[in-house]
């Protein structure tokens, strides 16, 4: 079993910054990738960012490239997401996950609420 917590959300005007915590516990040491999937309301969850736990190679969605920064401290079993330039958009629940190594991901965390205001 693996346990994700997430935290950092919050309220913040536009053109402001946050910065997405997510400690994993349990389990960890098979994982492969873990990554930010969002989901704003009437919307289905969609891919944000993701990182290889390894070689710290990363993706991003096309919608925040540029904007938005995964990272990980492997010591502290901690991935990040820096939230720059936000925009009303981005508004909505982000979802910590982590991979499973075979193109699927098998536990996530409970959410952590973003808002933006314009």
């Known amino acids: 079993q693996v346990q994700l917590v997430e935290s950092g959300g919050g309220l913040v005007q536009a053109g402001g910054s946050l910065r997405l915590s997510c400690v994993a516990s349990?389990?960890?040491?098979?994982?492969?990738?873990m990554g930010w999937f969002r989901q704003a309301p009437g919307k289905e969850r969609e891919f944000v960012a993701a990182i290889s736990w390894g070689s710290g190679r990363t993706a991003y969605a096309d919608s925040v490239k540029g904007r938005f920064t995964i990272s990980r401290d492997n010591a502290k079993n901690t991935m990040y997401l820096q939230m720059n330039s936000l925009e009303p958009d981005d508004t909505a629940v982000y979802y910590c996950?982590?991979?499973?190594?075979?193109?699927?991901?098998?536990?996530w965390g409970q959410g952590t609420q973003v808002t933006i205001s314009s």
């Open positions: 349990g389990r960890f040491e098979s994982t492969y990738r």
């Open positions: 996950t982590k991979g499973n190594g075979v193109g699927q991901y098998d536990y």
